[in-house]
């Protein structure tokens, strides 16, 4: 990757004299810059309540919030609530987005299927997600089963959106190569269709794992006693707003590095790919 | 030989791309067809790669009837149509994925030799320039080696001195196997560069107006007197296909008037 981005990052850099010639030049930079404002923000938040111009009690200072989490992480209690909420996740993720490849799959490929699944999965996907949550509970229970059933809901429409989107618009110049070459619809379908699809289905795959992240938030609402969801609950109920935000910050690392796994995991498929910059 | 029988194509939305279309051509002859947009030369060649299917009238190739795409007969198409997620190697190596992996190799890292690329091999299609991806392509049409290499025009979109590197190139390959060779083309000086035949079509419906033979000795001198007189008369046919018969009518007309007064 770095090979390829370097020629669109040395551009800029020749155009000398330019005032972006001064932006790009070193990464580190960027971190920097890019860390200034919440930085800053939370530094001055610090210094106001240590002033005593703000009260703190609401909007804990950054220094309490860090006591927090580094209390729940010492106690083990944070490793619990990570583990549950990532699991749940994980297998949410797993099973919705299986299924949204398998019958995007299938609605992309055959004009049969497409006819048979699509109006019918697009009447689904126009109810909000979470009206599921009073029948999956009546349904599955308020255990796992239901929680993960209503992530999995929340990872397949993305997935089956995108697969089937991507499926459908594969260049038809680039199909009429493997049919010159008289490939077998198997081959057709490995060795034109999957290549093609590739770059659509992970940007789809990471939007369906971002809602996963939401969904589980939900999930965790309704009634868990474990998971950075129950962890947000039971700070509200107990007036602890420093136990929220270290709920929060939690969910955002995990996130993003569960984010970053999936574009690390999938980069290899794409680098062929001719694109300036990774697409969010 | 191929031979094209009374061939028409009527698209489904009524287009009448092509009208009775008889044509032979020889074993290893190159036949460049001419002639303006619209005038289904395109579409002919796609019913011979069997991509579409004929209305009515039939394609032989040694007697045998065509219908559907064949390994007798290799593309390349107006764009490369290289494949993104594949090498410049394995691009060229698409169509010989029957054969061992040995083989194979041999024979992609000839072709590219032959077009001059060997170290792109690794490359993919996407840090190439415009006219080393046709090469690729037609690398990849040639490696096969089908019996009969259909062109459409494949250097449209570059600038002239990649075209004529290019037209050598595509000489040299041919020179290895001598397929029999169908390059359409709206440039009468690469038709008379390339071509032992020239075929003028014209449009709506698409259908061939005229033909002229171009016995020309290879390699070809684009100054020579011969070449310019060949040109001339491809130009001129070229001319007369394009005079509409409702154009030149009233034309006579007119003359007819004249003599009247």
Redesign the interface.
Known sequence: MADIAAPAEAQPETRAGAPSAAFPVAPGLKWALGLLLPLGLALGWELAVRAGLAEGRLMPPPSRIAETLYALARGGELWAHLWATIWRVAVGFVVGSLAGIVLGALSGTSATARHLLDPTLQALRAIPSLAWVPLFILWLGIFEASKVTLIAVGAFFPVYLGIAGAILSVDR??V??G????LSRLDLAR??LL??V?PEAIVSLRSGLGLCFMFVVAAEFMGASEGLGYLLVDGQQLGKPDQILAAIIAFAVVGQIADMLLVAATRPL?R???VARDRL | MLELARLSKTYADGTHALADITLDVRESEIVSLVGGSGCGKTTLLRLI???DRPSAGEIRLDGERLSE???AV??V?Q?P?L????TVADNVG??LSGLAAGERRGRVAHALERVGLSEHARR?P?ELSGGQQQRVAIARAFV?EPKVQLLDEPFSALDAFTRASLHEHLLGLWEESRPTVLLVTHDVQEAVTLADRAVVMQPKPGRIFDEQSLHLARPRDRLSPAFESATRRVLSTLDNSLKPAHLARPERGREAAALWW
């Not at chain 1, 049919?179 to 008289?182: G, Q, S, T, Y």
């Open positions: 110049k680039l009429e190569v049919r010159v070459f008289r060795r034109i290549p093609a590739l794409v062929w790919q001719d | 790669a069997g991509l795409p064949s390994p290799g593309i198409f764009e149509r494949l993104p997620w594949l698409f169509g993919w996407r096969t």
